[in-house]
């Protein structure tokens, strides 16, 4: 397991000798922070409302009105910054032949292909963390609840590791970054919209289609609360993932 | 070392390697020979587990390519046609990373990286990004990735390619300094290359083997027969008559290209027969003008293009009379 390690300080490396890195934190900051000004200033002039009401309004709580929606925004800002970071991934090492190098070293394709989602994640953490500096402030003025907080970014962190393992498959079948970039994007926004169907339709097609959009997994913790069923599709997601992607390691053998 | 078997690679219809079959015996310096898209990069791929063969059988010290890609793997060292660096990262660390995923134990791995960056002479650049080298130098630092876990055996995919006549002798210097320690495979279309630095030639075409020997020997084989160049001012076909008949002469073969007045003849002497002086002398003493006459000589360039156009020649009657290829010793499929 040393090797994923090795592989993943490399691919990490490469995020940070390369903009890429700093670009999307920029933009994950801006964007996060817009938002978080956002519903900041919205919990203030309702919370002021609902002083000056009168009868006296139910005290509102710091995580139903910011943290909540905050997260649900966060997963569709990640959506959009994602197949920026996976999308070099493969295709990357296949244009410049560095794959070469990787495929005739005693590594497994499994160390190659977990040492590289590794880094995505641990980028992707990083990218976490500056919206935590956000959320930081809340502490400082009000006693907003850490634990559903932690399980909103157990979430996060799950439902980012499954959008990071299928836009690291779709970046192994393609030596093109951009195919893989279009690729990944689509794939995202389908599994993000794929629950809206729910809008319009009740029968039991719209209920799977519904079960298996990503985002809507993501509800529950968003909440505070872990439930056995996200935690199983968020893993499964990522196992299928990370299984297609050794599967296409291993066409590209056969077929190249 | 190396035994191949019937080694065969195909891409759908296309056949890249067609039952190639050589040995490759502990610490030799074995040259693959081939004209661009012969099939050498294909082979090597497939001796270092990159593509698996279609069909046939390859080991590297005993190994299975198929079964035992690991322990094959643990090895080889590579370098691609293109050396595989990651411009981003500084030549020492790249050379550690590479030192890492091949197996290097963390404690060793930063006294192996300094011994190679020494051996290759990239001292200078050990600190500089891989992006801002020259190309002499990323040859050097894919074969210090190559050669960091000191491997048994090297496989180097025209490790001399692009480079300028400088780094050619370097490079050639540095491959012949690893000879003894490492069993070396090195692909080429330069000639001198091969017959300055290996001891054994297998030259493939079309995916084909054409043959396989030393450089002495494949020369020996094909040189049998001297050829004389003659450009002589007469009437043609008086003088091939009479070239025709000197004693150890074997074919007199006119060629076109002379000057009005003038005839020009390849004439091949019989087996270790040498013919000049008498051709001299008979063209003289029929008081015809010699203009030229030199021995053809039979360099590494001939005979490897004489090998590897013999498809063409059976076809274009122009070289039709071309001398017919060495047989390969080894059987492989023609």
Not at chain 1, 123 to 150: E, H, M, Q, T
Not at chain 2, 240 to 249: C, F, I, N
Request: with cysteine; net charge neutral; glycine share 8%.
């Amino acid at each position: 397991m040393s090797n994923v390690w090795t592989l993943a300080k490399r691919e990490l490396n490469a995020y940070f000798a390369s903009p890429i890195a700093y670009i999307v934190m920029a933009m994950f900051a801006l964007i996060f922070g817009y938002f978080f000004y956002a519903a900041t200033a919205s919990f203030m002039s309702q919370s002021l409302r609902a002083a000056m009401s009168q009868g006296g309004a139910p005290p509102m709580n710091l995580n139903d009105y910011i943290i909540r929606p905050l997260l649900g925004n966060a997963s569709v800002i990640i959506l959009f910054l994602m197949p920026m970071i996976t999308m070099r991934l493969f295709a990357e090492e296949k244009r410049s032949g560095t794959i070469e190098l990787l495929l005739t070293s005693p590594v497994t394709d499994l160390e190659i292909i977990l040492g590289k989602w590794l880094a995505t994640l641990l980028l992707y953490a990083g990218l976490l963390a500056v919206s935590l500096l956000n959320i930081a402030n809340l502490f400082l003025y009000g006693k907003p609840d850490w634990r559903a907080l932690a399980v909103g970014y157990l979430g996060l962190i799950l439902m980012g590791g499954a959008f990071l393992s299928l836009g690291t498959f779709l970046s192994s079948t393609t030596k093109n970054q951009i195919i893989a970039a279009v690729l990944t994007f689509g794939a995202f926004l389908m599994l993000w919209v794929m629950e809206w169907i729910t809008f319009f339709s009740f029968g039991p097609v719209a209920q799977a289609l519904a079960y298996l959009s990503i985002t809507s997994h993501f509800e529950s913790f968003s909440k505070g609360v872990i439930e056995l069923k996200d935690v199983v599709y968020y893993c499964s997601f990522i196992f299928l993932g990370l299984f297609l992607t050794s599967r296409s390691m291993e066409s590209l053998r056969w077929r190249s | 070392m190396i035994q191949v078997e019937g080694l065969t690679k195909r891409y759908g219809r296309a056949t890249a390697v067609d039952h190639i079959s050589f040995e490759v015996k502990k610490g030799d310096i074995v040259g693959f020979l081939g004209p661009n898209g012969a099939g050498k990069t294909t082979t090597m791929r497939m001796l270092t587990c990159f593509l698996p063969p279609s069909e046939g059988k390859a080991t590297v010290d005993g190994f299975d390519v198929l079964e035992n890609p690991m322990e094959v793997k643990r090895r080889i060292g590579y370098l691609p046609e293109t050396p595989p660096l990651y411009p981003e990262m500084e030549v020492r660390e790249y050379v550690e990373f590479t030192g890492r995923i091949k197996g290097i134990s963390s404690a060793d791995v930063g006294k192996r990286t300094a011994e190679v960056i020494e051996r290759c002479s990239l001292g200078d650049v050990r600190n500089k990004l891989i992006a801002k080298l020259s190309k002499g130098y990323r040859q050097r630092v894919g074969l210090a990735q190559a050669l960091i876990h000191n491997p048994p055996l090297l496989i180097l995919d025209e490790p001399t390619a692009g480079l300028d006549p400088k780094q050619i002798i370097e490079t050639r210097k540095l491959i012949r300094s690893l000879a003894g320690e490492h069993t070396i495979i090195l692909s080429t279309h330069i000639l001198p290359e091969v017959s300055s630095t290996c001891e054994s030639i297998i030259i493939i075409n079309n995916g084909k083997l054409e043959a396989i020997d030393t450089p002495e020997n494949l020369t020996a084989r094909l040189q049998g027969h001297e050829t004389v160049f003659v450009d002589v001012e007469g009437p043609a076909e008086q003088i091939a008559g009479k070239l025709a008949k000197l004693a150890g002469v074997g074919r007199v073969e006119q060629r076109e290209g002379a000057r009005s007045g003038r005839a020009i003849f390849e004439v091949e002497a019989a087996k270790d027969q040498y013919v000049r002086s008498e051709i001299a002398t008979a063209v003289v003493q029929s008081g015809w003008k010699l203009h030229e006459l030199r021995p053809l000589g039979l360099s590494l360039e001939d005979i490897f293009l004489k090998l590897t156009t013999h498809d063409q020649a059976v076809e274009t009657p122009a070289a039709a009379s071309s001398e017919p290829v060495a047989e390969s010793p080894t059987g492989g499929a023609q």
